[in-house]
Structure formats: structure tokens, C-alpha cells
């Protein structure tokens, strides 16, 4: 809030339009209906000290608020330009010449509220009383002398207290509004200084407790997580609190808050078809097998089951999804209507991470520089733009089989499974067991089968890939139905699931209606479409 003091001047309506224009809060006193005390209780961004009859030393708390030194921006015009230098041991004398409504030449030093001025300019006078020059005290600078040699402009030195002897809101004042807007913009930029002190300290503050072990309440860690994706954390501060979380061990409370911070900074997808199902596992498991996931997902849509496939390049394997994507053809360089477009005419849109989480410029560089896994190798899989409530996610460790279900419940999940294979896989198994976290309308339970329960058992051995390419060849194997082996049965397997977390409907049963999507061609004719859809304006 701008605080105008109204020393009973008409003047007062023009400087309060004025400054409306650029700063919509502002309050208006007059000098006798207020006390310095309340004024500094209101806490005013910048003040403006109006014109009026009278000396300054009669101007009541106009003359109180300059004597108080305080740190807010000032602007005092006429009269309050007399204010000024008064109350920094100024004298006031009688002018050379008694003007009213008066115009003259005035030249400034094009600095602070006089920046980008023509120079000189002509400005409108009302005044009898001047500053005089020869006892200026040193605390003050002149700043702008008119052509008949009076002080018209007055600045202290080391504070932004400015003072103006002619009238800026007079309409025949030249430029005279763009020095109103050049104090406002003085009073936002100490605005945002302040600001931007608080916001660090409240940041120092947050890493502090967690470099102590303190656990961090969901609105805490949503909180850092504004400051990080808003860049107003330095990249030494987003690495200190990066660390002491990983050191500490992140809680489902912190990752949560991250999340919702996150999504509310992510390019949303939208669309009104429900359930949408996503299969974007964490990676990182080093098993170096084919694109399991994503094979799954054309299984999955071709069910009739929409697919958001989040997804990005590789980090630790083979290939990552994006890249097995574009050596099938698919156009991953898509924006949100296009993505939206693939999702309701093919079934599956595929949501390429760094297009949609534009605000993770701020982190990038610290990732790499650090090199460690970090929370936002837990974030990237379960912050899916499309904000779906149906996920099978694969993970590499057996902590965050821990770690993620009680996030997905607190981020209203509806049916979605955390599964980590026996074997160290981070997908389903089809060699040994696997642990499922069954996440269903807020109740989390803990399940585990068996592939060979379903005869979907076989060799990770047989999974494994050197390329992007090779990945992309055995994807199209799968999907044409020519290759019957463990890989068809890993992408069964992992398919089955995504369909019973999306239909609630028994899990033999699930791998059954996979099979099925494969045997009819319809997961195929899916990638197909997908390639043609994401391709059209190529």
C-alpha cells in the first residue's frame, strides 16, 4: 500500500489518480487525521507527501513522518519537497520569484525519479517558499534546478527520500507522470527486495531444519518447493536442501507437498475421459531390459483403457521411454492440445516430461552438477501432468515400495499398484515374485504373486537390450504378435496390471483381456495411430 499524506491541497485527487494507475492500493489521510504511530503500524510500501498552504514546519505529521528517518520510499512534492529539507536541518527561505500556475524549465539529473526524461523538461510551479542552496545540509543532493536557479528536486543521500519543488500531477507538467511511475516503480522494487530477503531467510530457515533431521510438514515442503520451481532459491540453496533431504530420508508428507507444488507449476493435460491410467515407473533398476512399460501402455489403450504416458529420455538405462518413441515414429515434441488430440482419438498420448515441467529449468543444473538421486527422481514418475488417479508404478528398491502408496493416497489415488520385482526389477517379474502395493480408495494393502501363477513366468535374461532400437524392434514384435516369449509374457504381465488397476476387474482376468489386446491386433493398430495422430502437423 502507497500512503498519501493530503496537507489540504486540491492537488491531492490528480497525485492519487496518478499513482492509481500503477499501484491500485493506496490510503489517503489528511496530516491531521492520523499519527505517525498508526502510519507506521499500517506498515505503507512508500509514502507521498502532498502539496498545501502553509510552511512545513506547520504540516503536522507530514513533518513527523520525515523526522522519523524511517526506510520507506518518500516523495515529497511542494510542500513536502520544503518538508524534506526541513527536517533534515534545511532552511526555507522566500522565493526569487512568486509563482502560481507558473511554467518553467527545469533540468534533472535523469537518476531514480527523473530516469528516462527528457531533459530538460517544463514543469508546472506553485510555490512562494524555496530550499535554500547555500546552507544545504550534505545529507541532501539537488537532484533538479529550474532556469531561474532555485532547487527544484532533492534526494537524501542513501535513502530513497526524493522531493520535487514543482508539481509532476499537473496535467501541463511535461513527463509529469512518469515520474509518479518512476517512484511506484521504486517502492515495488523495495517491495521486492524485502520480499526476496524474506523469502531467502524462510529458505535458509527450511534447510536448516532438515540439515537437523527434522521432518518437514506437507505445507512446509510444498512451500520450498514454490520457492525452488519459481527459481527464487539459488542453485546453492536447491542443492543444500536436495542433499539434507536425501541424507535425512524423504517422508511421504514431504514428497506429497513437493508433488502438489510441482503439478501446480507442470503444463496440464485435460481431458474429461475417465479412468486414464499411467505405467511411468522410476527407472534406475540397471536390469537394461526393453521398454516394458511402454510396450504396455499400446496393450493397455488398445483394451480401451486411456493412456497419459509420462516419460522422459534415459537417465540410467538403455533406453527410456521417449527414446524407444521415436525410433517407433511417434512425434514426441507435442504441446497439450495435441496430446489431448492423441488421447481421445488414439487412446494414448505420450506427455514428454521436459516440455510439460518447464519450471524444472531452475533444478537441471544442480541435478547434473551434484549427480546423485535426489527427490525429484521420486517426483518424475508420480507427477503426471494429466493428473491421473490410475498408475502402476515400477520401482527399483524395496524402500520406495515403502515410500510411494501413502503419497498416492494422499494425492486422492483411486485404484493404482507400487510394484518392485523380486529380481530387482522395476517392473512386474516374470522371474520370481512380486511385491504389490495395492492402493485402493484411500486403504493401502500389501500384496504378492507370482508369474508362474499365471503362466507369464520366464527369463529377465531374455529381456535385456543394447539400444533404443532394439527395444523399439521387440516392442514391435509384441505388438504384432510375432514374438510369443518371455518378452510378450513381461508385457502381458505388466499390461494386466494397468487394466485391473483401471477396471477393477479380477487380475487373471486382466491378463486375459492383454492377451487379448495383442491377439486382435488392436495394441498395434494403436501405435499406429498414435504415429499418425502426433505426426499430422509435421
Known amino acids: 500500500m502507497i500512503l498519501i499524506i493530503d496537507n489540504y491541497d486540491s492537488f491531492i485527487y490528480n497525485i492519487a489518480q496518478y499513482v492509481g494507475e500503477f499501484y491500485p492500493e493506496i490510503k489517503v489521510f489528511r496530516n491531521d487525521k492520523i499519527t505517525l504511530d498508526r502510519i507506521l503500524s499500517l506498515n505503507p510500501a512508500g509514502i507521498i507527501i502532498s502539496p498545501g498552504p502553509g510552511r512545513p514546519e ?129 517502492v515495488k522494487k523495495r517491495q521486492e527486495i524485502k520480499h526476496s530477503d524474506k523469502v531467502s531467510s524462510r529458505i535458509k530457515e527450511i534447510i536448516t531444519a532438515v540439515s537437523n533431521g527434522e521432518k518437514l510438514r506437507r505445507e512446509e515442503a510444498r512451500e520450498m518447493m514454490d520457492y525452488i520451481m519459481q527459481g527464487k532459491a539459488t542453485p546453492a540453496q536447491v542443492a543444500a536442501y536436495l542433499v539434507s533431504l536425501k541424507i535425512k530420508g524423504e517422508t511421504p508428507e514431504e514428497i506429497v507437498g513437493s508433488a502438489e507444488s ?49 516419460g522422459n529420455r534415459s537417465m540410467t538405462s538403455k533406453s527410456g521411454s521417449a527414446d524407444v518413441l521415436e525410433k517407433l515414429g511417434v512425434n514426441i515434441q507435442l504441446g497439450k492440445e495435441e496430446v489431448e488430440e492423441c488421447i481421445r482419438e488414439a487412446g494414448i498420448g505420450f506427455i514428454f516430461a521436459p516440455l510439460y515441467h518447464p519450471a524444472m529449468k531452475h533444478v537441471a543444473p544442480v541435478r547434473r552438477e551434484i549427480g546423485i538421486r535426489t527427490l525429484f527422481n521420486i517426483l518424475g514418475p508420480i507427477v503426471n501432468p494429466a493428473g491421473v488417479k490410475h498408475h502402476v508404478m515400477g520401482v527399483f528398491s524395496k524402500e520406495l515400495l515403502e515410500l510411494i502408496p501413502p503419497v498416492f493416497n494422499s494425492m486422492g489415488h483411486r485404484h493404482s499398484l507400487v510394484i518392485h520385482g523380486e529380481d530387482g526389477m522395476d517392473e512386474a517379474s516374470i522371474e520370481g515374485k512380486t511385491y504389490v502395493k495395492e492402493i485402493y480408495e484411500g486403504k493401502i494393502v500389501d500384496r504378492t504373486f507370482d508369474a508362474r501363477e499365471f503362466g507369464l513366468s520366464g527369463k529377465i535374461q531374455n529381456l535385456k537390450v543394447n539400444s533404443p532400437e532394439e527395444s523399439a524392434k521387440i516392442i514391435l514384435d509384441v505388438l504384432k504378435g510375432k514374438e510369443k516369449g518371455d518378452a510378450r509374457k513381461a508385457v502381458v504381465l505388466n499390461a494386466g496390471l494397468a487394466v485391473y488397476a483401471a477396471q477393477d476387474i479380477p487380475l487373471d482376468k486382466a491378463f486375459k483381456v492383454a492377451q487379448e489386446s495383442i491377439d486382435s491386433g488392436r495394441a498395434y493398430a494403436t501405435l499406429e495411430k498414435l504415429i499418425t495422430i502426433s505426426n499430422r502437423k509435421i
Request: net charge negative; charged share 20%.
Open 58 to 186: 506547520d504540516s503536522k505529521v507530514s513533518l513527523d513522518i520525515i523526522k522519523n528517518e524511517s526506510d520507506i520510499p518518500l516523495l515529497g512534492v511542494c510542500l513536502g519537497h520544503q518538508g524534506i529539507a526541513y527536517g533534515y536541518e534545511g532552511e526555507i527561505i522566500g522565493a526569487k520569484n512568486i509563482l502560481h500556475g507558473k511554467a518553467s524549465i527545469i533540468h534533472h539529473n535523469s537518476k531514480d525519479i527523473f530516469e528516462g526524461l527528457s531533459n530538460p523538461i517544463s514543469a508546472i510551479r506553485y510555490h512562494s517558499l524555496v530550499v535554500k542552496r547555500e546552507t544545504l545540509p550534505d545529507t541532501l543532493e539537488i537532484t533538479a534546478e529550474s532556469d531561474d536557479g532555485e532547487i527544484m528536486g532533492l534526494k537524501v543521500k542513501g535513502k530513497d527520500i526524493y522531493g520535487v519543488q514543482f508539481h509532476p500531477e499537473s496535467i501541463l507538467t511535461q513527463e509529469g507522470k512518469t515520474i509518479i511511475k518512476n517512484f511506484v516503480n521504486i
Open 262 to 310: 510441482m503439478f501446480n507449476s507442470c503444463v496440464r493435460v485435460e481431458t474429461n475421459i475417465y479412468p486414464i491410467v499411467d505405467t511411468c515407473g522410476s527407472g534406475g533398476d540397471k536390469s537394461c531390459s526393453f521398454n516394458i512399460s511402454t510396450a504396455s501402455a499400446f496393450v493397455v489403450a488398445g483394451a480401451g483403457v486411456a493412456v497419459a504416458k509420462h
